[in-house]
Structures are given as C-alpha cells and as structure tokens.
C-alpha cells in the first residue's frame, strides 16, 4: 500500500490556498488527460504538493497507470487522436455550451443551493424518493434545448461526412459521447463545480467526495431507436441521469439494489425494487453501483443526459478492501448473518457450560 501513503481521501486545508498545476501543456507526454492530474492533484498529501511538478506528475501517472491496464492505455491513447480529428473538423452550432456559466445552464434554486453549499441548501431543493436516490430540477428548458440542438448538429455532421463515431457504451447503440466533440472541459467543470458539492455529502462511502473524471454522454430512446435497456451497473462512483426531453411516454427508470462486483448477480429483494418516471430538465443523482435499467419508451422520443463520475482515488483504495458492507446491500446482509450466528454460537457455549 506505498502508493496509498501520498493520498488523502478528503483535501487537507493547504489545498485551498494551493494553486493546482497546468498539465495542459503536457499533454503530448502524458498517459492520461491532463485534467485527472490537475484533479487528482488535490488529493495529494502536503510534501507531495509541495513539490516540484515532475515529481508530482510521476507520482499520480504510477497511482493511475496501477488500476488502468496497457490495453486501457493504448486504447485512451487512440481515443485521444479520434477526438482530435473530430474537434478540428465539426463545427458547433451553439459555442456557449462550451464554456461552463452556470447562469446559463442551471435554473436559480439550483445555482443557490451550490453557491451556498450547505446540508442545509442542498435539502431544500432535493428530495429523496427512494433511498441512494436523489432528485432535484436542475437544467434550463433553453439549456436543454441547446444541447439537443447540439447534438442534432453533430450527427448531421456525421451522416455527411461519413465519419464514424464510437457511442457511448457497449448497451448504447443511440447516442454521442459529448467529450468526443469539444464538451470535455466544459463538463469536467460541471461535475467539480456542480454535481462534487452534493456527492460529497450524499455518496462519501462510494468516492463521492473525490470525484476527479467523467465520462459525458446522451443516450436516445423512442420507436426508431433503443427502446429499452435492461438491468446494469455504471461504470462510474457516481452517476447524473438528466431527461432532456422531448415529448414521449413510458421510459421510467427502474432501480434493484446496490451491489458490489461480488454481488452484482444476486436477487433482489422486494423493498429493493423502485421506479422512477422522468421528468424534463430534473435530474437524478445516484450511486453508480445501484442497479438500474430503462423500462420501454412506448412513444415519442426520449434523450437523456448522463455524466458518469469516477474517482481514481477510491478506486486505488478499493483494491485493498474485502468488505464493503458500508454500501452493499448483500455485503451487510452477509455481515449481519455472520454476526448473529456469531451470537447463537455464544449463547448455546454459555448455556452448555451451566
């Protein structure tokens, strides 16, 4: 665990007043992007912060390069020249949506709530419907718009040029990566900004309070494209869901218990099964470990933002974990069992020496 010895899970009080590094300008040279380093670099302990920027650049590429694999790597590395290709042809259609101004994305109990950045806040404007499922209105209608605009923009792009895209997932057939094409700083900037506040007080247990990289993509659901989707897990600690629209029926959200990798198979249990209807522009916030799916969209069409939040940090950590009874419903299941057949055990020894 040496490599763990230069972390810390929560950033110490000199990283306020620290100016993190600019790897931007590393970026040739780097084996990941430049803004997990800038990111990760938060979570470094005080000698480490300290030092020079080389230092601190091999330090966090080994602690990365621990849980990311060659193949991993060299895939990153072509995904890299695949954007790049992509970012010097298309051209957007609306430029501020590469620029985070949160005045123009978010509605105002949202930005108020965040710029006040309190449990207090927070509880005003979310509500909890089922728990390790927060809900709250978050996007502009206009911003929604936007990005769908946006995304509509691109894929003409796409089907003129012929140039083929990469979607967002093995189960995605109908969708965009928005990273691909010029979002991925503008999202980075929303998930340290906008979704870390509440994750760090809702899904610390998981990573969410060291949320330091993205996966940014929409999905599109409705007759003519992907219907359903059936249960999974995310590959992320965090997970923001947000419909964007437009018009359509069904598509409802079905959740089944948080489960570690062990457990990712195991039943689920009655009061495990919730359903949640989407609703425009209102987000949902959950652990990406919690089992979930899409019910059928029977009309219209549906296109749903999500931003998958990772956490290297958390990640390194996990390697050295065997129980993780604190978030997964089976692991504490299983604790609790050998915990009382501990005590029975006791009680037929105690009763056996009278």
Known sequence: MSSLKGLQLIPSVEVEHHKVENYEELESKLEFSPLLYSSLERHLSSNLLNSSRD???????????GYSPLSERIRTQKQNEYRHRIISNYQPLHSMLYTMKATNFFVPSFIKAISENSVESFRKIICEPYPGVLSFEMLQPRFCEMLLEEVENFEKWVRETKFRIMRPNAMSKFGAVLDDFGLQNMLQKFMEDFILPISRVAFTEV?????????GFVVEYGMDKGVDLGLHVDDAEVTLNVCLGKHFTGGDLFFQGVRCEKHMNTKTRPEEVFNYPHVAGRAILHCGRHRHGARATTSGRRTNLLIWCRSSVFREMRKYQTDFSSWCAECKRDKEEGMLQKLATLKISAVSAL
């Open 207 to 215: 990573g969410g309070s060291t949320l330091d990289s993205h996966h």
């Open 55 to 65: 230092n601190k650049v091999q330090f966090m590429s080994d602690i990365l390069l």
